[in-house]
């Protein structure tokens, strides 16, 4: 057997286009969903991921650790860390730095206990193995969460939930494990902390395992910074606060502006040392939001899963502005050709001509004022795909006068695809099927001409942060 | 070309873990073909491999922020498909023992031998390691280096499973060669 062979043979299976992309569209609408109802509740755990996939793929470089003596002397622990490629855990299990505990709780014939624990930063980190007859992760079904297990923080107040990652529960001779990583977002950051949490289900064996967890903060070294960038006449700039060295993690505090205009912007930050070594990012916490005189200022912590090396002398923090602009609506009930134009950039679309047959609605228009050397074929054609028609009644706005998503989403109409017109990459024409008996006129268009902005970020000018 | 490709993907995939849900789209969009038979590899039917598929988006829709490296976005994204197709092979597990799927295969289209066990459906039939090595290396085009770190395996091992699930391989397709020159004969 060879590749080629292979592929001839694979070649021979059909690929049922049609039933891949709607499988698609059906997994990124029941995404789609979950994500919306989280954003809803669950404020300050959007980064709390159930997906037990997902969780193995925390530390992507780091697979094969080498299994050190402290590895060796607690076998469970490390092998947990290990086998869920948990990097923060791993890097202090190995500096001896993570606390074993053995605490139990017992409820429903099943036994929960708590192995270890460990506080760098602002993460937290815990193991735990859950032992009893009824635990199966052959029965999870339908009835419990993809992990295999349910929990919650402090009295489970949604608002006070932190987020985090956590592993998915994984059978092994020594009972059932799991592991999982929770990040403060409070500004204050205690020495002493005591985490509690409350376990409220196994395998879909419900319960209540109360525990409160006792962990204290490694310490840490801050180094304090003024360094600043400023990109003149935007009011944007990235000014530094401290860099706090912890000794798997690093936190780096700032404060960022950005023009009324951007508020839906980003300032995203890249940060390597002197070495070259780049600092893997995790999240950040917005500790508090302000505005003044038109100027939005975010105090920002963002945490980085890797600890800076003992050598380093400095470290270079890029930033990078992406801005956004939230789509753009136009009523179709006009004369063609019609421009619907960027109220804050210069892109636009010209429509040339809108047909109608029944339910079919074809639209032909043209994409103007964009630099293809930034906007790909790939991003135009990305841009032409979601350009939407929605009955312009179903247009939810905000009391800003701004348009609501989340409230409009569920009306919009997709195009099967934009193609291509002859005459150019620029011009397009999208097909949709819209009410049958409704005039065009009664529609509007919805253009993400955000996603072109997004394509088009703008480097402000690098930071040097020294760190002796 | 394929450079530049690659490229435009990476911005694609920044822009999906910023949260763009269209570029999320044409990204999967993008891989589609492969991902679906990928997943028809390890199942050997249509329906399943749909299953694994949706699965496979849903999951991967919800956590794409946490691809900390654009660059690899593709392997997370077969790491993720993987996992999905052990999971319901493992819920199918039961049925299919019970069916046992060679008596099936011979009793039900005793004429129809060749089509039915080809190549693709005795991969259907390893165990999970072996197919995933199988999958990665022969249809993935994946090195052993890369296949490890997906596996999050060492790479001896991931030799080892090539080199036994090829022996697999021709047993199962030799059994059948033989199996058809018996009827023929």
């Given at each position: 057997m060879n590749k080629e062979h292979f592929r001839k043979e694979l070649s021979?299976?059909?690929?049922p286009k049609e039933d891949v992309f709607d499988v698609i569209s059906k997994g990124i609408a029941q995404g789609r969903k979950e994500k919306i109802t989280k954003q809803k509740v669950k404020l300050k755990r959007i980064g709390m991921l159930l997906s037990g996939a997902a969780s193995?793929?925390?530390?992507?470089?780091?697979?094969?650790?080498p299994i050190t003596n402290v590895l060796a002397s607690v076998p469970v622990i490390g092998s947990i860390y290990e086998k869920f490629s948990l990097q923060i855990g791993h890097e202090l299990l190995e500096s001896n730095l993570v606390t074993q505990l053995n605490q139990q709780a017992t409820s429903n014939g099943v036994h929960i206990t708590i192995t270890s624990a460990y506080y760098d930063g602002n993460v937290i980190g815990i193991t735990f193995k859950a032992e009893g007859?009824?635990?199966?992760?052959?029965?999870?079904g339908d009835k419990g969460p993809e992990t295999g297990y349910a929990f919650h923080l402090f009295d489970g107040d949604e608002q006070k939930q932190w987020s985090g990652s956590m592993t998915v529960l994984e059978e092994t001779t020594d009972g059932y494990v799991g592991a999982m990583e929770f990040y403060s977002s409070d500004a204050d950051l205690p020495t002493n902390f005591t985490l509690p949490l409350t376990f409220t289900s196994i395998t879909g064996i419900k319960g209540v395992w109360k525990f409160d967890v006792p962990v204290e903060q490694i310490p840490l070294e801050t180094i304090q910074s003024q360094a600043e960038s400023i990109l003149k006449e935007e009011d944007y700039s990235l000014k530094m606060e401290s860099v706090v060295k912890g000794k798997a993690t690093t936190l780096l505090k700032y404060k960022t502006t950005s023009p009324l205009v951007g508020k839906d912007d980003s300032i995203e930050i890249t940060v390597f040392d002197n070495e070259g070594n780049r600092l893997s990012k995790n999240h950040a916490d917005v500790l508090s939001t302000g505005s003044y005189n038109g100027i939005i200022e975010k105090d920002i912590r963002e945490l980085f899963s890797s600890k800076i090396n003992g050598n380093a002398k400095f470290l270079i923090i890029q930033p990078i502005i992406n801005r956004y602009e939230k789509d753009t609506v136009k009523s179709m009930g006009q004369r063609t050709p019609f421009m619907v134009e960027s109220s804050r950039f210069n892109y636009k679309i010209m429509v040339e001509k809108i047909e109608q047959n029944g339910e079919q609605l074809i639209l032909d228009y043209s994409v103007l004022n964009v630099n293809t050397d930034t906007i790909k074929k790939d991003n135009l054609q990305n841009f032409a795909d979601f350009i939407m028609v929605i009955k312009s009644e179903n247009i939810h706005r905000d009391k800003n006068g701004e348009l609501d998503m989340n409230k409009t989403i569920n009306y919009t109409i997709r195009s099967n695809r934009a193609e291509v017109k002859e005459g150019g990459d620029l011009h397009f024409q999208s097909t949709f099927e819209i009410e049958d008996g409704v005039d065009y006129q009664d529609y509007s268009l919805m253009v993400p001409f955000g996603t072109l902005s997004l394509k088009e970020d703008i480097k402000m000018e690098p930071i040097k942060v020294y760190l002796k | 070309m394929k450079g530049g490709h690659e490229l435009e993907n990476i911005n694609l995939v920044k822009s999906a873990i910023k949260g763009d849900e269209k570029a999320f789209e044409t990204l999967v969009k993008g891989e589609s073909e492969k991902l679906y038979k990928t997943a028809f590899l390890y199942v050997g039917n249509k329906e399943d491999a749909l299953d694994i598929l949706q699965e496979t988006i849903y999951k991967a829709f919800i956590s794409i922020q946490q691809v900390k490296q654009p660059e690899f976005f593709n392997t997370w994204l077969t790491k993720i498909l993987i996992r999905t197709a052990y999971d319901l092979l493992r819920k199918k597990k039961k049925i299919i023992l019970d069916e046992n799927i060679m008596n099936n295969f011979i009793t039900d289209n005793p004429q129809d031998i060749e089509g039915k066990i080809d190549l693709i459906s005795a991969i259907s039939m390893l165990n999970n390691d072996y197919q995933t090595a199988i999958i990665l290396y022969y249809y993935r085009d994946l090195s052993i280096r890369s296949i490890a770190e997906t596996m999050e395996k060492p790479e001896n091992t991931v030799k080892t499973y090539l080199h036994r699930a090829k022996i697999e391989l021709k047993k199962t397709l030799k059994g059948v060669n033989k199996y058809e020159q018996r009827t023929f004969s």
């Open positions: 021979k299976v059909e690929f193995t793929f925390l530390a992507s470089g780091l697979i094969f650790a007859k009824k635990i199966s992760l052959d029965s999870i | -």
